[in-house]
Nanobody
Framework: QVHLVESGGGSVQSGGSLRLSCVAS????????MGWFRQAPGKEREGVAA???????IYADSVKGRFTISQDNAEDTLYLQMNSLKPEDTAMYYC???????????????????????WGQGTQVTVSS
């Protein structure tokens, strides 16, 4: 089983930037789809971004043009660069993976539903206005 540990969260002002990192350990070579989802208090889980093993990235409309997902396969690390942050980006951010999907379309579906198979403990992002 893959073990995911996030870091990089914090508090920033509106317009600021943060870079989240996620170190994965375990059977990472079998993971096709990795990504990030977030959840704010009282709100449903929201898929933010995902990347498949071929390097194709998918984003939620709410973060397109502001967030960039990337991965370092040699280091088994997933990143989420977040720029132009807004107060509505405030949430707990979770690194996640799903090993039951094997196509970009399936990965996009997982992201749309924020329905990944495994996730880490989360890192808090707070954006003040």
């Amino acid at each position: 089983q893959v073990h995911l540990v996030e870091s990089g969260g914090g508090s920033v002002q509106s317009g600021g930037s943060l870079r989240l990192s996620c170190v994965a350990s375990g059977y990472t070579h079998s993971t096709y789809c990795m990504g990030w989802f977030r959840q704010a208090p009282g709100k449903e889980r929201e898929g933010v971004a995902a990347i498949d093993k071929d390097g194709s990235a998918i984003y939620a409309d709410s973060v397109k043009g502001r967030f960039t997902i990337s991965q370092d396969n040699a280091e088994d690390t997933l990143y989420l660069q977040m720029n132009s942050l807004k107060p509505e980006d405030t949430a707990m951010y979770y690194c996640a993976e799903d090993r039951t999907v094997f196509t970009g379309e399936e990965c996009a579906h997982v992201l749309a539903l924020a329905d990944f198979g495994d996730w880490g403990q989360g890192t808090q992002v707070t954006v003040s206005s």
